[in-house]
């Protein structure tokens, strides 16, 4: 059985992961275990685990304000802690899977393929940007651009005038655990919808809101290599 660590163990995607089936070894090490702005703490780690794979969960994500407000704790988590973690898989060999955003898109057409020029729209779609860089310097990674959400959907509100690839994290686990062994940069969610639509059918309280620049209006992914592999 092969070996997976996790950074950023005690997160929210990793919550749903220690429910999931798998026929890997899933090793959870949360941010007291491992800091990953400390080589020391991340090479003690993987000497211990061994691990096969690393699938960097580490990182900052909500609130998005937190980007804007608090650059330095951004730029150290989400990029520096990131190609901390490439440069130690790089000297051990080992297999990257990074999650991104789909926030790295410029959202002004929709439809964006794996290929298709990146403009971030906000910090946090920068910092992502940042660590996917050193990512992409190490071949032997996958990169997986996604819009994951928490199910239920924890607002009570949302946008009826932007469209995206939303995908609960429950969803994207047996997509994850099919697409693992690949390399590159998959995009990977459900069908383009808006916000609205897809939260609608499983929240039926959900109230209509429009995003009023919060975000742009076309920032949904074309899943074609996706459903290739799959």
């Known amino acids: 059985m092969k070996n997976i660590l996790i950074t950023g163990g005690d997160s929210r995607f990793a919550s749903e992961l220690k429910k999931a089936k798998s026929k890997f070894k899933l090793i959870f090490c949360g941010k007291k ?3 990953i702005l400390s080589l020391k703490s991340i090479r003690k780690n993987f000497l ?9 969960l580490a990182g ?3 609130p998005m ?3 804007e407000k608090n650059i330095i704790k951004s730029v150290s988590l989400n990029i520096i802690g990131t190609a901390n ?3 130690e898989c790089f000297k051990n060999k080992i297999k990257l899977i990074y999650i991104s955003t789909n926030y790295l898109y410029p959202g002004n057409k929709g439809n964006y393929k794996e290929t298709d020029a990146l403009l971030p729209w906000n910090n946090y779609g920068w910092s992502k940007l940042g660590g996917e860089s050193s990512v992409q310097m190490y071949k032997n990674s996958l990169i997986i651009r996604c819009a994951l959400t928490e199910y239920p959907f924890k607002h009570k509100k949302a946008f009826s005038d932007v469209k995206s690839n939303f995908i609960y994290h429950k969803d994207f686990i047996p997509i994850l655990f099919k697409i693992i062994n690949k390399k ?7 069908k383009s919808q808006t916000i609205f639509n897809f939260v609608k059918k499983d929240k039926k309280n959900i109230i209509k809101s429009k995003s009023k620049g919060i975000m742009p209006k076309r920032v949904d992914m074309n899943l074609g290599k996706l459903v290739k592999i799959l």
Do not use: C, E
């Open 33 to 35: 275990k491992l800091d």
């Open 48 to 56: 211990r685990y061994k691990p096969d794979y690393i699938l960097h």
């Open 60 to 62: 900052l994500s909500r």
């Open 65 to 67: 304000k937190i980007h």
């Open 85 to 87: 973690i490439v440069k």
């Open 184 to 190: 590159g940069i998959i995009n990977v969610g459900k």
